[in-house]
């Protein structure tokens, strides 16, 4: 089995050439994408009319497309286009698509200009085109009700590791002959573990391998007449009925960056959300004038090291579409401990990441971008950013209801479970519950691994004070605020009670100093009425990674993030929305065991 991880940039290339009549062509392949012909009649004759749709979908409030070869996104643009024209009223699409060797936007984009009557659509979908870095890629148009799950990397990989069933197939890798790979037995075995009772197939190819691979594994096959110079084609059907869908209510417990995420999430699937806080959004950890939006930069294991590229392009995604969420672009991580420089080679090197989004810097270069004089190399993060929490969490809490009170206990029900507070009255009854209270969480599941990590962060809010040119990190930080600069933060295990003191700001000041003096020395001569400060706790897990998952059934848990939250708890409440909801994740398989909320109950590599 192909982990994307191993393929390398150079490897990807789709090699492309263009015809004289401006059709595009893969030369690794010697196959064209789409007929010359016409590609868009035969996409919609092939794969649209071959699985039904749209009726197919009609009354559907969710239905889910899988397919084999994304390449140009033409089939992709054809169905989007279909689907705004006859949505089922408060429907959501989801498709899933996998691509070995992706092409670039402006590639894309020259393809997809063959037809001026999908322009409209074509541009939603180059809008969020993704960098071709191996892995998942999650592409949202909520405007359409729509979310594309991209697999870059091997087919097989990527449909062991998805999660979801496909009501419908579009079978359309290069050609049996030309890509056998792509239409191997193990590939069609996999294509009928991923459907759902009932689901649809289609593809252009009537090869007999082809057929007979369907059939031996529940599909029964129809050949139907061809497109354009194409005698025939395939239709395929699994046995069974779409399964009946329910309204889903979710109590989400905590209304910091993991319950907002969650409860975002959800409500994008559909479900009727109620938020339990004790206090108000961001009481906790998340409740600071700014975030930094940074991953976990590992050159060790791929997987994590792999799972943080993903989040970070998540969050970046959507903190984007928020209106003054995103305070600044780019995080300068500076060297701290002597293995740094080669560790930060290492992770500059990754083809986890787009170009140019990790940048070794030499001391000089790092001088430059902070303003003053430093003997530190660094790694410039293009991707990390600088976010206000409070343009974040009620914007992504708005749809959901809201119930004041301190959550006690939990009891299960028959079916769903109950909520109680201090004075043992009941706050909710839901199908499920999300516990999303950061440290908080430890009182309601006193049997996950958590501990307490408390932290104290500074502030001034001083427009006038001049704070890095870039938001830079080292083991403390300074990030631009929007009013003000934000640094810190101190770190004491074990503490779950804090209160902001005159110490902790005494060793914040330090910290800030021995890596940035003169910012420091700006500090300093703030006013004391422009200063502000505040402690809080953040929930930490002993491997360093989130627990998020399934805790009992029906009882969800998103927490241990540490100081990533705004990094990746945007993912992770969407992979938590796709288990309460029976969605397909944007989580790999694999990613979603390692922060599997009961992985450290298990034996093996991955036990806690």
Not at 186 to 210: E, W
Not at 399 to 405: C, I, S, Y
């Amino acid at each position: 089995m192909t982990d994307p991880v191993d393929i390398a940039p150079d490897d990807a290339s789709p090699q492309l050439v263009w015809a004289e009549d401006g059709s595009p062509r893969s030369g690794r392949f010697g196959d064209v994408y789409f007929s010359k012909d016409d590609g868009l009649a035969e996409t919609r004759a092939v794969f649209l009319q071959g699985c039904g749709l749209p009726e197919a979908w009609s009354g559907r409030s969710a239905f889910t497309v899988g397919e084999l070869g994304f390449g140009t996104g033409l089939n992709i643009v054809a169905l989007l286009d279909l689907w705004r024209r006859t949505r089922p009223e408060n429907g959501r699409l989801k498709v899933f698509s996998i691509e070995g060797f992706p092409l670039a936007r402006e590639e894309a984009a020259r393809a997809l200009a063959a037809w001026p009557e999908l322009a409209e659509t074509a541009a939603g979908l180059l809008a969020v085109w993704p960098a071709g870095t191996p892995g998942f890629h999650r592409l949202d148009l909520p405007h359409w009700g729509a979310t594309i799950d991209l697999a870059v990397g091997d087919a097989r990989w990527a449909l062991e590791q998805w999660s979801g069933g496909a009501d419908a197939w579009f079978l359309d890798g290069f050609s049996p002959a030309l890509n056998p790979g792509m239409w191997s037995p193990d590939i069609l075995a996999l294509v009928a573990a991923r459907s759902a009772p009932g689901a649809r197939l289609a593809t252009f190819t009537v090869a007999g391998a082809v057929r007979r691979g369907l059939a031996e594994h529940g599909f029964t096959v129809e050949k139907k007449p061809g497109h354009g110079r194409k005698r025939e084609r395939l239709e395929a059907r699994m046995a069974g009925e779409p399964r009946p869908e329910r309204p889903v209510h979710v109590a989400v417990v905590g209304a910091g960056i993991a319950g907002a995420a969650v409860a975002r999430a959800l409500i994008a699937e559909g479900a009727r959300v109620t938020v339990i806080e004790a206090e108000r959004a961001g009481a906790g950890a998340s409740g600071f004038p700014a975030s930094l939006v940074t991953p976990r930069l590992d050159a060790g294991d791929a997987l994590i090291a792999g799972f943080h590229a993903q989040a970070l392009e998540r969050a970046g995604s959507l903190y984007r579409a928020l209106p003054g969420a995103v305070v600044a672009e780019g995080v300068l991580q500076l060297e701290q401990a002597p293995r740094d420089p080669v560790r930060f080679d290492k992770i500059a090197a990754q083809d986890l990441w787009p170009e140019g989004a990790m940048q070794r810097l030499d001391a000089a270069a790092c001088s430059r971008h902070l303003g003053e004089p430093t003997a530190r190399g660094g790694l410039m993060m293009a991707q990390a950013l600088a976010v206000r929490s409070d343009a974040i969490l009620e914007p992504w809490l708005a749809g959901a209801e809201r119930v004041a009170g301190r959550v006690a206990r939990l009891e299960p029900l028959a079916e769903g479970w109950r909520v109680r507070d201090e004075d043992d009255a009941v706050l909710i009854e839901a199908d499920a519950v999300v516990l999303a209270a950061g440290w908080g969480t430890a009182r309601l599941a006193s049997d996950l691994p958590l501990s307490p990590v408390a932290g104290q962060a500074d502030w001034i809010e001083d427009e006038t004070l001049s704070a890095p040119s870039v938001p830079a990190a080292w083991g403390g930080y300074a990030a631009p605020t929007g009013r003000g600069m934000l640094y810190g933060a101190t770190h004491d295990r074990g503490v779950e009670a804090p209160e902001a003191s005159d110490e902790a700001s005494g060793r914040n000041r330090a910290t800030l100093g021995a890596a940035l003096p003169l910012c420091a020395a700006r500090v300093d001569a703030a006013p004391a009425e422009a200063r502000g400060r505040r402690a809080a706790v953040r929930a930490t897990t002993p491997d360093r990674l989130p627990l998020c998952g399934e805790w009992r059934p029906g009882l969800f848990v998103l927490t241990g993030m540490g100081s990533r939250g705004f990094c990746v708890a945007p993912l992770l409440g969407e992979h938590l929305a796709a288990l309460a909801m029976g969605r397909p994740s944007p989580l790999s398989a694999e990613a979603a065991r390692r922060l599997s909320a009961t992985r450290w109950l298990t034996e093996g590599d991955n036990a806690v």
